[in-house]
C-alpha cells in the first residue's frame, strides 16, 4: 500500500468528517510514522518542538479512531490504514456513493451509469430523486461555472428515460392511468408515486439563455416554439391562453423541461430583469402544476423569486476519487499527491479537469506529474480556463460592484492555516460600505457561487484566489495604484490581530500570527515585528509577545524564520532588541547556544546604545516627585505591550494609552512634545528607560543560563 493513497484517502475522510484537509504537520507525522520515526525525529523535521509535535499527533489518532471505528495510535496506524483500505479495495475505480454520506460507510464501485466523461455524479442523481420523490416540480441546480450543472441536468433526464432496468413505457395502461389521473386524486401530494417517480420522460422542452442579457429570447417565443416544433399544435392567440394549455401538457404527462444558463435573466439581487419580467409567469406554471413533469434549471446565481416555489441544489464539486477515475479512463496516472494537490487547486471543478486532461495529453503525453511540475505557478495557464474565471468575475463586476470588490479583497487571506474566515473578517474588508449593507453584500457574493461558505466561515478556492489576487493586485477597483492592495492587507491584519484578544488555544495563536504575513505581503516590516511582539495573555497566565507564545506552544521554525526574515528591514531600535532577545531564546532551544548568545548580545548592544542619551536616573528621580501624580500626567504616546516599570503610578499612566507606540514618533514631533508638554515627553522618556534596561537584564540572563548550557561557569558567573 502505498502511502500516497493513504495520505489521499485520509485527507478526504478527515474533510468529509470536519471540513478540513490535513494540516502541513499532520502530514508530515504520518509520514515519518509511516517509515517508523519517534516525535523527536519528527519534531526536527519539521521545526517544532517535541511535545507540540505530539499533541498534534494526540488528535490525529483521535480523529482516525472515529474513521476507522477502531482505536488508532501511533504504534498500529499503518497496519490499521492498510487493512482497511484493502478491505474497501481502493483502486482508480473506488468512490463514495454520495456526497452527502460518509466515505466511511460503504465504499463501491462506480454507478453503472457512469461514462467516461460523467462521473462522481451518483450523489447528485440521489439527491434530485430524492426532491422529485417529496413532489418538488422545479428545481434549480446551482454552482460556478464549468462544475457540470448542465451536464447533469441532461443526464437526469436522459438516464430516467434510457437506463431503467425495466423501462416505463406510456403504453402502459396502468402507468399511463397515473399519469392522467395525477392531478386529479393528488391536489397536493405529500410525495409522487414510485411508479410516477420512475416513469420516463415522454418528452424533455429545452431553452437555453443566451450568455448577454440583450439577446435573451422573450418568453413568448419561447413558448411558442415548444408548442409548433415539439408539442405538435399550435400556441394561443393569447399568452395567457397559451400557459393554460402547457398546464395541462405538465399535469397529463411526464414531461422534462430544462432551462439552462438562468443567470442573465436574473439581475443582482436574483430576481427576473425588467425587460423579462414575464418569465415568472412561465415559472409560476412550472412550479404550481400538480402532474408529473419536473423542470430543471441551472444557474450560478441564486433565483430570488418570492412568489415562485423552487427548490435549490447546490451541486458539490467532484471529490478525488471522480477525478482520479475520470483521468484513469484517459490513461493519465498520476502519483496520489500530485492529483491530490491538483483536484485542490480546481475545486474539484469539472470544466478544469477536462482542459487539464486534454492539455496534459497534447502537451505532456499524458504525464500530469510532469504537467504539474512546470506549471504549478500559474494555475489559470490554461486558457479556456482562465476565461471560464474571468468571465464570472466581469459578470459580477457589472452586477454588483461591491459584492465585486468583496471577492477581490479576499484574495488577500491565505486560507492556509487558518483554512476559513469568519463572517466579522468579510465585514473588516467592507470599510467603503455602510454598515447596514454590509452584510447584504456577504449575501449577494454567496448567492453568485465563487466563494465557499460553511457554518458561518468563507474561503476561496486556489483558483478563484488567484484572479481574485491578480485584479487586486491591478488595483482596478476605483483606488489609486496599489492602495486596494495594500488597504486590504491592512484590514485583514487588524481583523486578525483585535479578534484575538486572549491566546486560550494554538487555534487562537495560529489566527493571531496571520497577520504577520499580511504586513509581509505588503512589506510593512515595522508592523510585521508589532504582530510578533504583541502581548496578550496566554493559557498559562503569562502575559508574553506573540512570538513568545508561540514558540513555547511548540511552533519554534515559523516564529525562527519570521524574525530572521524582517530583521534586517526593520527600523525601530526597540522591535530589533525585542525581536533578538525573543530570537536568542529559539536558536538556545533549538540547540545552537553559540548563535544564542551572539543574537542576545547584539540585543544587549541595542538597548546599551538607545539607554545612552536617554539620561534614565535623572528621570526615575523626577517622576517620583510629589507633584508629579498620575491624575496629573498628560497624555503620552506608551504602548502596554510593552514591560511596564515596578512604580504602579507610572504603570498606570502608561496603560492609559494602550495604542501608540514610543517609536512611532518622528524627532519633530517628540520636539514638539518636549517643547510644549515637557511631562508627557518626560513620561515617554521613562517609558523608553524602562523598556531598554528589561530588555537589557533579561538578556544578560538569558545569556547565562546559555553558558551554564556549555558548563562554562565561570562566564555564566560574570553575566
Not at 12 to 22: A, I, P, Q, V
Not at 306 to 332: C, G
Not at 539 to 566: C, H, K
Not at 590 to 616: E, K, N, S, W, Y
Amino acid at each position: 500500500m502505498e502511502l500516497d493513497t493513504a495520505l489521499a484517502w485520509i485527507n478526504e475522510t478527515l474533510f468529509t468528517m470536519t471540513g478540513e484537509h490535513l494540516t502541513e504537520l499532520q502530514r508530515v507525522i504520518l509520514q515519518q510514522v509511516w517509515k517508523g520515526k519517534k516525535y523527536t525525529e519528527i519534531a526536527n523535521t519539521y521545526g517544532c518542538t517535541e511535545g507540540h509535535a505530539k499533541d498534534v499527533g494526540s488528535a490525529l489518532w483521535k480523529q482516525l479512531t472515529l474513521a476507522l471505528k477502531q482505536r488508532v495510535t501511533k504504534q498500529n496506524v499503518r497496519s490499521l490504514l492498510e487493512r482497511h483500505l484493502q478491505q474497501i479495495s481502493i483502486t482508480p475505480f473506488t468512490r463514495y456513493p454520495s456526497t452527502h454520506s460518509s466515505p466511511l460507510d460503504s465504499p463501491t464501485r462506480p454507478s453503472p451509469l457512469e461514462s467516461p466523461s460523467f462521473v462522481g455524479r451518483t450523489g447528485a442523481i440521489a439527491h434530485l430523486n430524492t426532491l422529485v420523490k417529496q413532489g418538488t416540480n422545479v428545481i434549480v441546480i446551482q454552482g460556478e461555472g464549468g462544475l457540470g450543472k448542465t451536464t447533469l441536468a441532461q443526464t437526469y433526464f436522459h438516464q430516467s428515460s434510457q437506463s431503467l432496468s425495466h423501462p416505463v413505457r406510456g403504453s402502459d395502461s396502468s402507468v399511463q392511468d397515473s399519469l392522467t389521473g395525477y392531478a386529479k386524486l393528488n391536489p397536493t401530494p405529500p410525495e409522487r408515486p414510485e411508479a410516477i417517480q420512475n416513469a420516463p420522460f415522454e418528452l424533455v422542452l429545452e431553452l437555453l439563455m443566451a450568455k448577454e442579457s440583450a439577446n435573451i429570447t422573450p418568453v413568448e417565443r419561447v413558448v411558442e416554439e415548444w408548442f409548433s416544433k415539439d408539442l405538435g399544435e399550435e400556441p394561443g392567440q393569447d399568452f395567457g391562453v397559451t400557459l393554460g394549455r402547457l398546464k395541462r401538457h405538465l399535469e397529463q404527462r411526464r414531461l422534462g423541461v430544462l432551462i439552462d444558463n438562468l443567470e442573465p435573466a436574473l439581475d443582482k439581487d436574483g430576481r427576473l430583469i425588467p425587460a423579462h419580467r414575464r418569465y415568472v409567469e412561465l415559472l409560476r406554471v412550472l412550479a404550481d402544476h400538480r402532474g408529473p413533469s419536473l423542470t430543471l434549471m441551472t444557474s450560478r446565481d441564486r433565483l430570488c423569486e418570492s412568489s415562485v416555489t423552487v427548490e435549490h441544489y447546490r451541486l458539490p464539486r467532484l471529490d478525488y476519487f471522480a477525478w482520479q477515475r475520470f483521468f484513469h479512463h484517459r490513461n493519465i496516472h498520476p502519483t496520489a499527491t500530485t492529483l491530490e494537490t491538483v483536484h485542490h487547486t480546481y475545486g474539484g471543478n469539472a470544466k478544469a479537469m477536462g482542459l487539464l486532461s486534454g492539455t496534459v495529453q497534447e502537451d505532456f503525453d499524458g504525464d500530469l506529474d510532469a504537467y504539474w511540475q512546470e506549471n504549478s505557478s500559474d494555475p489559470l495557464l490554461v486558457m479556456d480556463l482562465k476565461n471560464l474565471v474571468a468571465n464570472q468575475f466581469e459578470r459580477l463586476r457589472l452586477l454588483d460592484g461591491d459584492a465585486y470588490r468583496l471577492l477581490c479583497r479576499l484574495g488577500c487571506y491565505r486560507y492556509q492555516s487558518v483554512a476559513k474566515v469568519p463572517t466579522n473578517g468579510l465585514i473588516q474588508l467592507l470599510w467603503d460600505v455602510e454598515l447596514g449593507r454590509r452584510k447584504q453584500v456577504i449575501a449577494s457574493l454567496r448567492n453568485r457561487s465563487l466563494i465557499e461558505f460553511a457554518k458561518g466561515a468563507y474561503w476561496l478556492h486556489p483558483v478563484i484566489r488567484a484572479e481574485a489576487i491578480a485584479r487586486l493586485r491591478q488595483s482596478n477597483l476605483g483606488a489609486e495604484s496599489g492602495e486596494e492592495w495594500t488597504l486590504a492587507h491592512q484590514q485583514a491584519a487588524t481583523f486578525w490581530t483585535t479578534s484575538v484578544t486572549q491566546i486560550r488555544s494554538l487555534a487562537d495563536a495560529i489566527a493571531a500570527w496571520e497577520a504577520y504575513y499580511h504586513h509581509l505581503a505588503i512589506h510593512d516590516f515595522e508592523a510585521a515585528s508589532q504582530v510578533i511582539l504583541h502581548s496578550r495573555h496566554n493559557q498559562w497566565g503569562q502575559f508574553l509577545p506573540l512570538g513568545s507564545t508561540l514558540y513555547r506552544m511548540g511552533l519554534l521554525q515559523p516564529v525562527l524564520l519570521a524574525i530572521e526574515n524582517i530583521l534586517p528591514h526593520v527600523q525601530s531600535e526597540r522591535h530589533v532588541s525585542e525581536l533578538h532577545n525573543i530570537l536568542g531564546d529559539l536558536l538556545w532551544i533549538t540547540g545552537d547556544v553559540h548563535r544564542a548568545i551572539a543574537a542576545q548580545q547584539q540585543a544587549i548592544t541595542i538597548a546599551r546604545a538607545a539607554l545612552a542619551p536617554l539620561q534614565c536616573n535623572t528621570h526615575l528621580s523626577s517622576i517620583h516627585s510629589p507633584e508629579n501624580q498620575p491624575e496629573d500626567y498628560p497624555e503620552s504616546d506608551a504602548d502596554s505591550n510593552s514591560p511596564k516599570p515596578s512604580d504602579h503610578r507610572v504603570a498606570n499612566h502608561l496603560n492609559r494609552h494602550p495604542n501608540s507606540h514610543p517609536d512611532s514618533h518622528p524627532d519633530s514631533h517628540l520636539g514638539n512634545h518636549r517643547k510644549n508638554n515637557p511631562q508627557a515627553y518626560q513620561v515617554h522618556q521613562v517609558h523608553q528607560c524602562y523598556t531598554f534596561r528589561m530588555i537589557e537584564v533579561d538578556s544578560l540572563l538569558s545569556i547565562g543560563l546559555y553558558h551554564i548550557d556549555l558548563w562554562d561557569l565561570s562566564q555564566a558567573i560574570h553575566q
